[in-house]
């Protein structure tokens, strides 16, 4: 796996209703759809929809997929990030996936994961990048 650093810049989002009745008291669900900028090893636009379901104590869980269409390492096409992830006390802990045998053009074969973890509702997020790509496919 190739180590690398990408920036993800919050663009623009839209909160949303999902579900008008709880089923659990106190919580919420909502999603957000949401555009992300990338720079850095990754370069590009993703665009994202989250689940997300928030206690009324402000902690909960996230459930997202985003596809990306830029570039890596000079090799450009898109593919799709699975997102699964919790908040609690103002931080934000989520794990990306690199869904398999969703990359196009010349990012087939793309392979990666990455974590982020910071504070919740920041312009620009530190995103540490796992990736390889399986030339067989």
């Known amino acids: 796996m190739i180590q690398a650093n990408t920036t993800r810049k ?5 909160r949303k209703t999902w579900h008008h009745k709880t089923e659990v008291p106190g919580t919420n669900l909502f999603r957000i759809e949401m555009i992300h900028h ?8 993703g665009s994202i929809q989250y689940l997300i379901a928030q206690n009324k104590n402000l902690t909960g869980s996230v459930i997202a997929l ?3 269409t830029g570039s890596i390492a000079g090799r450009a096409g898109s593919f799709v990030f699975q997102q699964i992830g919790t908040f609690e006390h103002g ?5 990306l996936t690199v869904v398999p045998g969703s990359g196009t ?10 974590k982020l973890e910071s504070e919740l509702h920041q312009e620009v997020y530190l995103l540490p990048f796992e990736y390889t790509f399986e030339e067989s496919e």
């Open 91 to 95: 931080r934000l802990k989520l794990n």
């Open 10 to 14: 919050v663009k623009g989002w839209q």
């Open 38 to 45: 990338y720079e850095g090893a990754l370069e590009g636009e």
């Open 105 to 114: 053009d010349q990012l087939s074969g793309l392979r990666g994961q990455a």
């Open 66 to 68: 985003e596809k990306v």
